[in-house]
């Protein structure tokens, strides 16, 4: 999955949570963490009423506003307690553009999220390996 | 070098929540559907765990600036649900410093003293 996040979607993300950081053209890593599990959950397709119970995010590398970016990411487990699946959702955000301007490439994210939903709305899609 | 990360405290209103929501793109209708959010165990709306994890990510880039974009891991527990109205205090407390990486323990908390996020937030300090 690519994408970028533009200086809008960005401000707009700054202005909820409230943050009067100056970032300087740099995004603000949960911004990138917190945007790239969306888009996953979208894709893993998860019930309403999922509750986020865990987080785990490494910053490697800062990111450009603007960079293409890329996502990769998979349910590494699911498993199923007092009715509620858990879903651990591993994922990491690759900018393509190269280096920054520390001058360090590669990875620039590596995120862990642990997820849990009603057993009986959980999808199909949420299972071992299931990729985004 | 220990830093001292000063807390960040803020309100955690309906109008934040929502304005998070489309933000982020998630309208889970336990944040924003009052309605829906009242036939659930919580009984009400409750923010999104990353919008209140943000004040930890906003504290920890106020005190590190680009050394937390760039070497910062956090890693954290959603405990108890943050509600609309609840203000929320993301504090840090130095447990280690070793081999130029600093380590806090971080936690958010509510107005009541409820624990709401708790974990640990390293940084490279040096080298």
Redesign the interface.
Known sequence: MTFSLDEG?IA??L?????T?D??G?V????A???G???L??EIALP???????????????LLVGEPLTMTGRVAQRSERQGYVICVIEFEIVADSGL?R?G?AGVAIRARSTIMAPAGAAPAGAAPGGGA | MSVEVRPVVREITQERINAYADASGDHNPIHVDPAFARATPFGGPIAHGMLVLALIGEMMRGGFGDAWSRSGKLKVRFKAPTRPGDTVTASAALAKEAGGVAEYAVQCATQSGEVVIDGRASVTVAG
């Open positions: 979607r707009a993300y202005v909820a949570i409230g943050d950081n970032y300087a740099t603000p890593p949960l911004a963490a917190a945007l599990l969306e888009a959950q979208g309403e009423g999922s509750l986020h119970t865990g987080q785990e995010v490494e910053h490697v590398r800062t920054d520390a360090a």
